[in-house]
Structure formats: structure tokens, C-alpha cells
């Protein structure tokens, strides 16, 4: 792996290259912290995920969907955790865990991919911008390239725009020669769309060190840990988990998908050692699901959902949540829970503290579209 | 990029090395609206709808009624997880087969497009064994006729209406919903709108184009009772003595939700399914629907930022047609926007991966399994992560990561047939007057042939159209 970096080095940016600033600049970095964003597609369920078992309209409207509170984790008088979040239930108890309810992003319809566009990009309405808020974050940090990667074998929304990433998943394939690999670099070297992207790739491969090919959840934790660990590694990066849209048969697809989360998050934290003290992981969805179950055993798009932040640096054992309640009265448009906190005032609000950059400014970078107010007292200091 | 090279490439699906290039290259495309084959050889031999249903149904039926705890129904749940995905790959395998020898490779694109427009995924289990037939009945068929007949078609296939949950929808007030009421208070059955809300938003009308909740809910209402046959709970609940045809579409008249219905002010006072039917031709001929389907047109075939006025043309044509395809695609053909040289479209994985397969003269899939390795390139085959198909924009498969799968993948094909094929001069036979003077040096210093021909399947110039 190192041969091949090297050799990127030299053939692909060129001898000029040795002059600049080489990539272990990144140690260089002004913040120690790692950030992960982990989007939930397909809108998960808030209310089955973080469980308002207090209120007595919750078990009413979910009927068979209701989780029974006695077999959940207590996380205060009001709410408790999905029986399948299990290692977060250790994370709250070790107050690394805080949970945000009742947020939404500034989306109220019912989209999918329009809602996803909004969360990715950080604007107001649906394809108004065209780079991810995580993205323009990356451009406020200070070190130089591959400051973000995404695990994924393309580049999610979020990540897109001017600042530099990155993006690396296994693969199965056999490796192509190093041969072949130079060659290409030298092919693409006049190329102003695939010779960025070629470098990029070149340069996370020798990151990837002896990670196995294998894609299940446990291992991207743990390949995620890998690129996180590394001094000179990537202090941003994204992870996305698909499968979250439940119609039907929902009790036991979110049981799965929130077992699968749980293991992730267990394996990143392990796999990260001591730096999970120095990391904050942001795990968020586009929208919520209806209050009540539908008739077929599942739950249709919804507004409000629930929100977490999770990781050694965060402030955490507690959630935050200005309850608005489930009664008939109290739902947006008689059907969904009612959001009464901005996904984009806690996403600035965790940036901001996550690397000490005045969260105001963090704001008005990631939405300039609504500049909303920053969350406050999330992350340790 | 040469007019040939565009007419190969652009309205192609990539030239093989024994294509002569095209020397009237509109004529050329044109002319394989006669040629194409809905039904080909290789489509023709996998099993038919109604045996993968009754096949299913039986396995299902299998896990079901073995004891809890008890191995076998482990087993039987192995089975029909295999069964399931070898239907699945056997599928993928003809679609790359049927697309390596196509006798109209720009009417095979437009399948391709409209299966991603109507996209369902196997990431649902249950539609699984069906992703395939789905091509090969709802779309294959239909894409050279009615826009209308190919909505229909679609949303009428059991792979549709299992992943869009309609096979399960209720209507609340329906005769089987008050029986089953009595019967089981405490269980709850009804309403699933899924599908009704991913036609308008994603299949016809196009999302924020003046639809509403309540449209959304009346128009669900209006589906219920469009089911599946045979398949029994969880694929279409039993409707009474009437079961259908295993696999087809069938009409519970007790699931429907009586009355009348008013979408966006028009009331549909039609009764059973002949109601959605009404609305589904409501959908399929407005201008909102034409504008949403000439937006997509010219993103696939032109730019990932549509030209406007090609869009208003391809619009147009569409109303004025009330929706008949081939006329659209005339328009398409004839758009100079269409024809200008520079390659403005990054390949997708699945794109790629059959324009080297063609390039390098494979005939036959033989062993390759082609389902696996398009999960390596990151497009897995009827599997896009939602109802709304992959993206056909550059930005979601230009990437650091998949520009290296892709370069593996060309490794292992050039090394099938490398030291048969000079690279140095397919080239200009798969893409006519386009490979720049570096490439060419740079497949001509190649250490092998192998590896000049992988380098040309990686080339700035084939990972376009």
C-alpha cells in the first residue's frame, strides 16, 4: 500500500507536488475531534426509535406498533430506547448519548428525495443549493486536503462541493495491478473531472491499510475507526444507512436497522480506542412517520422525528426535547408528531462545539439560507 | 465526438468490434424501432410470473406452517431466500446477455431508462424473484407504445405492488375491512398509500407540481382492491373465493373503498377498478406528467442539466401525442442538442460495465455472474436504494472509489481477451473519431496488451457517452 502511494505521489500529482505541503500535513489539523454524520434514508421512525412511553396517547395511536416500555431502556421519566439499542443504552448510561426529539429539518412535505436534498444540502427548499452542509464545514476547517471521506464507493450529497473529500468503501474485486493503477493516474492526468477524483482515490487506498473486504455493519464500525484513528486521518467523514422507510411490517425491519445502527456505533466506538473520547457522531433522518400506525402493520411519511448525538465528547445521559405531545390536538396537520427543535440549529450547534469554531459563524456557513440558532451546551469543551 | 460515435454511444449502448460504424446515424436509430425484440431468446427462457409466484407461495406457504423452533423451518426459510436470489441472478444474467447481442440498442436503452423510472427495488425480500419479470412483462413490452398502456403495466405488476406495499392496502370502509372488523377488533387493517403517493410524485406528475395530502389519500383509496393473485397474506390478503392467477393482477372487489373520489377537483364517480383506472389516464396525459417524463428524457440522453428548450419540445410532443412514445423519441433524435461533440454524460456502472462487455466482442455472459459484480461497482441491479431510481447525474457515480472498482473490473475483462484485441485500433471502431492523442499514446506505451486494452476501458472517453 505504501509502494502505491508513493508512487502517486510522483507520477500522478507530479514532482511538483513534493514542494507542497505533503499529506501528513493533516496531523497538522487545529482540532484533534472527529465528526461523523450517519443519515438514516428513508425517514426512521422517531417515535419507535426514542420511545415517548410517558404519554398516554403514544400506545393508543401505535397500537400493536407500540413497544412495550417494560422491555425498553429507561432513558428518563418520559422517554425510553428501542429494545435493540442496546451498546447506545450503555453510551446514554455513561452519559455518551443524547437524544434530540420532536426535530425536523426546515421540510414540511412528504418527500423522500426532496426532504434528503434539504437535510444533505442545508437549504430551505428542495435543490436551491448545490453543495452538502458538510462539505462547506470541511471548508472551515483549517488543515489541507482529505480533511472528509465518506464510506460509501460514491460521495453523498452532504459531502458534495468545492472543499476536497473523498469516499472508500471495500471492495471484492481483485486489485488491479500497480502498474495499471500509475498508468491510469498518468491517463487521467489532463482530465479536470476524473484526475481530482483519481488522486483522491490513490491517497484514501493507502489509508485503507489491512481493512478486509467484508460490509456488514460491524465491519464498516470498524473500518470507520480505522480511517478516524489515524493521526493523520480524515477528522470528517459520513456514513449512509439505507432502509429506514417502513409502510408495512415495521416492528420487526426497525428492530433489524436499529440492531445494525447499534452494532456500527459499538464497533466505531471500540475500534476508535481512546480517540472516541475526541469524537462526536451526529445520527439523523429526513423526516418522521405518522403518530399513528397505518393499516397495514407500518407507518406513512411524517414530520418530526428524533435525532442523536452520540460519542465520548458529547454531553450526554439525557434528552432534550421541549415536548409538544401526541394528542389529536397537538399533532401537525391531525397526523404527525409536531416539530418544536431544528435539526439545523443542533447540527450547528454540535459542528461548532465539536471544533471550537464559534457556532454563530457555523450557522450562517452551513444555512445561509435561514441562519438559525445555534443549540448550545451538546459537546464537551 | 463523431455523429457515429454519439448514435453508438449516446443512443446506444456501446459499440461491439465488429459493428460497422453507422453512416446515417439517425436513419440508423430510427430504423430499430422496427428491429427491436420485446422478447428475446434469453428473456423467454426464465420462468414466467405465474411459476415464481406459485413457486414463492409455496416456500412461504413451507416456512409458515412449519413448527416454531423447529430446523426445518429454518431450512425452508433458507430455501426460499436461495430460490429467491437465483431467480434474481438468473434475471440480471439475461439482462446483460439480451443487451450484449441487442438488434436495437437504443430501444434496450430505453428500457433501461424506463425500469429506472419505474423503478422497483430488491432490496424489499418479497420483490426479490420478481425484479426480473417486472422488465421483462411491464416494460419490455411497452416501451416502444403508450405512455399510458406502460404506466398501467407497471403499476399493475406484482413486483410494483409488493414493494410499494399496494397488495396490502385496505380500504377502511371496504366489505372485508368492517368483516374483519368484527370478527378482530383489536387488529387494525387498512389504508397503505405508498404507492399512490410514489405515482404521482415519482411516475407521473413529478413532485411540488399541486398535488396534496388529501389528493395522495383519495387517490390510495381509489387503488384499494389492486392486488396480486395467489400469493395469498402478506402478497395480496385472500379476497373471498376468488384467487387469481398466481403472479398476475388481480381485483379484490372486497378490499375497494366504496364511494366516489375527487383528486386535484376532478371527481371520479367510477366504481371498482375502473376508478384508479380513470385516474391513472388523468395522470398519464397531463402536461405536468409530460414535462416531468421530457425533464428526464433529456437529463438521460443529453445533459444532467437539461437544455430548456429541448425540454419544452420533448414536452410538447408528448401532449400532443397524448403520450406516444416513439413520437417523443423522434424529437429526441432530431434535437441537435443531442448531437453536440462533447461527451457531456458519465457513464453509470451498469452503463459501463455493458458498453466493455460489447466493447470487448463478448457474445454470451457465459460464467461471469453479473449481479455481484455491479454490487462492486456500486449500482446494484434493480436495486436502487429508493423508489425514485438511481440518479442520472454524474455526480453520484463519478467518484474516487468507483473510478478504482472500475478500474479492477477492466483489468479482469481485458485480461479474458487482451491478446486478441488491439487496443490501439479498437478504439476508433467502438467510439468513431473521439479518442484523443493522449489516450491513444498512452494505450500504445501499455506494458501489455492487456493492459492498452484495459487502459482504453477506463479512458476519459469510454467512461462517457
Known sequence: MMIRRQFLRFSAIGAGALLVAPRLALAAAQTDRRFLFVIQRGAADGLNTVIPYADPAYAQLRGALAIDPTTATKLDAQFALHPSLVEIGKMHGAGQALFVHAVASPYRERSHFDAQNVLETGGTAPYRLRDGWLNRLTGMMTAQKEEAIAFAPTVPMALRGPADVTSYAPSALPQATDDLLARVGDLYTEDAQLDPLWRSAMATRGMAGENGPKQDPASLGKLAAGFLAKPDGPRIAMIETGGWDTHSGQAGRLAAQLKALDVMLANLRDGLGPVWNDTVVLVATEFGRTAAANGTGGTDHGTGSAAMLIGGAVKGGRVVADWPGLAQANLLDGRDLKPTAQLDALIAGAAGETFGIDPPRVARTLFADAVPRPMTGLVRT | ?465
Request: hydrophobic share 45%; aromatic share 8%; glycine share 8%.
Open chain 2, 1 to 465: 465526438m463523431s455523429e457515429s460515435a454519439i448514435a453508438l454511444n449516446r443512443f446506444g449502448i456501446g459499440a461491439r468490434p465488429d459493428d460497422p460504424a453507422p453512416t446515417n446515424p439517425k436513419r440508423w436509430l430510427i430504423d430499430q424501432f422496427d428491429r427491436y425484440e420485446p422478447r428475446p431468446a434469453v428473456w423467454a427462457a426464465l420462468p414466467p410470473i405465474a411459476q415464481l409466484a406459485d413457486d414463492y407461495a409455496q416456500v412461504r406457504m413451507e416456512v409458515r406452517q412449519a413448527p416454531k423452533d423447529d430446523p426445518a423451518k429454518k431450512d425452508a426459510r433458507k430455501e426460499m431466500r436461495r430460490d429467491a436470489r437465483q431467480n434474481y441472478q438468473d434475471a440480471v444474467n439475461a439482462r446483460a446477455a439480451s443487451a450484449l447481442t441487442a438488434a436495437a440498442p437504443f430501444v434496450e436503452r430505453l428500457v433501461w431508462f424506463w425500469a429506472n423510472h419505474f423503478a422497483v427495488s430488491a432490496d424489499k425480500a418479497t420483490v426479490v424473484p420478481f425484479a426480473g419479470n417486472f422488465e421483462a412483462e411491464a416494460i419490455r413490452p411497452h416501451v416502444l407504445g403508450r405512455f399510458e398502456d406502460l404506466l398501467l403495466a407497471a403499476e399493475r405488476h406484482a413486483a410494483m405492488m409488493l414493494y410499494l406495499d399496494q397488495a396490502q392496502s385496505i380500504g377502511p370502509d371496504s366489505i372485508m375491512a368492517r368483516r374483519a372488523a368484527m370478527n378482530n377488533p383489536g387488529r387494525q387493517r387498512g389504508l397503505n398509500e405508498n404507492l399512490a403517493r410514489e405515482i404521482m410524485e415519482l411516475h407521473t406528475l413529478g413532485v411540488r407540481t399541486g398535488y396534496s395530502q388529501a389528493d395522495v389519500t383519495e387517490f390510495a383509496r381509489a387503488l384499494t382492491g389492486w392486488s396480486v393473485g395467489g400469493l395469498g397474506r402478506g402478497g395480496g390478503r385472500p379476497g373471498g373465493p376468488n384467487q387469481g392467477d398466481p403472479g398476475e393482477y388481480l381485483f379484490r372487489p372486497g378490499l375497494h373503498e366504496p364511494g366516489a373520489r375527487t383528486i386535484m377537483g376532478r371527481s371520479y364517480t367510477q366504481v371498482g377498478e375502473a376508478q384508479a383506472e380513470a385516474i391513472l389516464h388523468d395522470l398519464a396525459v397531463a402536461p405536468a406528467t409530460a414535462r416531468h417524463i421530457a425533464t428526464k428524457l433529456a437529463r438521460h440522453f443529453v445533459a444532467d442539466d437539461p437544455p430548456p428548450a429541448l425540454v419544452d419540445r420533448l414536452s410538447a410532443a408528448f401532449l400532443q401525442s397524448g403520450g406516444d412514445l416513439p413520437k417523443v423519441y423522434r424529437v429526441l433524435i432530431d434535437a441537435p442538442e443531442a448531437w453536440a461533440a462533447g461527451a457531456s454524460k458519465f457513464k453509470t456502472p451498469w452503463e459501463w460495465s455493458i458498453s466493455a462487455m460489447r466493447g470487448i466482442g463478448m457474445r454470451e455472459i457465459g460464467q461471469m455472474q453479473v449481479a455481484p459484480m455491479l454490487n462492486q461497482l456500486g449500482q446494484p441491479v434493480w436495486r436502487p436504494g429508493s423508489p425514485a431510481g438511481f440518479d442520472d447525474v454524474a455526480a453520484s457515480w463519478a467518484a474516487p472509489d468507483a473510478l478504482v472498482r472500475r478500474v479492477e473490473v477492466a483489468q479482469r475483462f481485458a485480461q479474458r481477451v487482451g491478446d486478441r484485441l488491439d487496443a490501439r485500433k479498437l478504439g476508433a471502431t467502438l467510439m468513431p473519431g473521439t479518442i484523443a492523442p493522449a489516450t491513444e499514446q498512452a494505450i500504445g506505451r501499455a506494458e501489455s496488451p492487456v493492459t492498452g486494452l484495459a487502459l482504453l476501458l477506463v479512458s476519459p472517453e469510454f467512461q462517457r457517452r
